[in-house]
C-alpha cells in the first residue's frame, strides 16, 4: 500500500475545512446505535456525524451521514452528507465504500462546486490499494486513469497539481511490474518475451527510473536472440542518455565482448 503524502492530508483537510462549513457540533451516545433509524432533524443528524468524524470514528461518522442522505434526501445538507460519507470512509479506509460515494455524489451533482475534490477522493482511493509489483495491478491502472480524469477535467487546481506527482509514482511502480515480469521471462530464456515487456517500458514509461534498465536489457535479450545490430541500438540509446549509469556500463562491456563489429541498424 502507498502511503499517504502530507500534501494529500493536508488538501484533504483544506477542502473539508473550507468547502463542507458546518455550523456547530452535537454530541451523542458513543454507541452504535446511533445509527439506527431514529428520525432526527436534518441539522441535528448531520452535525452529530460531523462530531463523529472529528472525535477519530468515521465509520459511524460516515454511517451517520448515509442516514442524513437516507432521512432528508432533499435537503441541501443531503448534497454535502453524500461527500462527507465519502470522505469517512476514506478515513477509515473502506476505499470501495469511499469510491461508491463519491461516485453517487458525481452522478446527481455533476457540475457542483466540490466535484473536482469528488474525482480527487475517488483518485485517492484507487492510489491507496496500490499494491507491491508482485501482484496484479488491476488497481494501480484504476488509480493511473483516476488521476489522469483529475488533471484533464481541472489541470489548474492543487488537486491536479498532486495528482500529476502521483502519476509519477504510479507510472513508475507499472513500470516495476513490467521489468518484473521480464526479468522472469529473461531468467527462463524466454528472450522475445521478454524483450516485449522491456520494449514496453521504453516506449510507454520512458520517463520512469525504470527505463535505464529496460534499455540494457533489451540490449541483452536481443543479443541472445542473434540480433546484434538491435542490441547495439539499444546500447547507443542508453550511452545517449544515460551515458554515465551502471547500465550502461554493462550495456558496453557486453557490445565489446559479443558483438564488437556490431552496426547499428
Not at 167 to 172: F, G, Q, T
Amino acid at each position: 500500500m502507498v502511503s499517504r503524502s502530507p500534501l494529500k492530508l493536508a488538501l484533504v483537510a483544506a477542502v473539508v475545512g473550507s468547502s463542507l462549513v458546518v455550523t456547530g457540533c452535537a454530541g451523542s451516545g458513543g454507541k452504535p446505535k446511533d445509527t439506527a433509524y431514529v428520525a432526527r432533524d436534518v441539522e441535528t443528524l448531520y452535525n452529530s456525524a460531523k462530531d463523529r468524524l472529528d472525535r477519530g470514528q468515521p465509520k459511524l461518522a460516515a454511517a451517520l451521514f448515509d442516514e442524513v442522505e437516507r432521512q432528508h434526501p432533499y435537503s441541501p445538507w443531503a448534497r454535502q452528507a453524500q461527500l462527507m460519507s465519502a470522505f469517512s470512509y476514506y478515513v477509515a479506509s473502506d476505499y470501495n465504500k469511499a469510491i461508491g460515494s463519491a461516485q453517487r455524489f458525481l452522478s446527481i451533482h455533476p457540475g457542483n462546486k466540490d466535484a473536482p475534490y469528488a474525482y480527487y477522493l475517488i483518485a485517492l482511493s484507487y492510489y491507496e490499494q496500490i499494491s507491491d509489483v508482485t501482484r496484479d495491478q488491476k488497481t494501480t491502472e484504476q488509480a493511473r486513469a483516476a488521476l489522469r480524469e483529475v488533471v484533464r477535467r481541472y489541470p489548474a487546481t492543487d488537486y491536479a497539481t498532486d495528482a500529476r506527482l502521483k502519476l509519477d509514482l504510479v507510472e513508475d511502480h507499472l513500470a516495476g511490474k513490467e521489468m518484473e515480469i521480464g526479468r522472469y521471462y529473461e531468467k527462463s530464456g524466454k528472450w522475445l518475451a521478454a524483450s516485449l515487456r522491456f520494449r514496453n517500458v521504453v516506449d510507454n514509461f520512458q520517463t520512469t527510473s525504470h527505463a535505464p534498465e529496460a534499455l540494457f536489457r533489451l540490449t541483452e535479450t536481443n543479443l541472445a536472440l542473434g540480433i546484434p545490430e538491435e542490441a547495439k541500438k539499444y546500447a547507443a540509446v542508453l550511452g545517449a542518455n544515460y551515458p554515465g549509469s551502471e547500465w550502461y556500463a554493462k550495456a558496453y562491456k557486453l557490445m565489446e565482448k559479443y558483438a564488437p563489429d556490431a552496426k547499428a541498424s
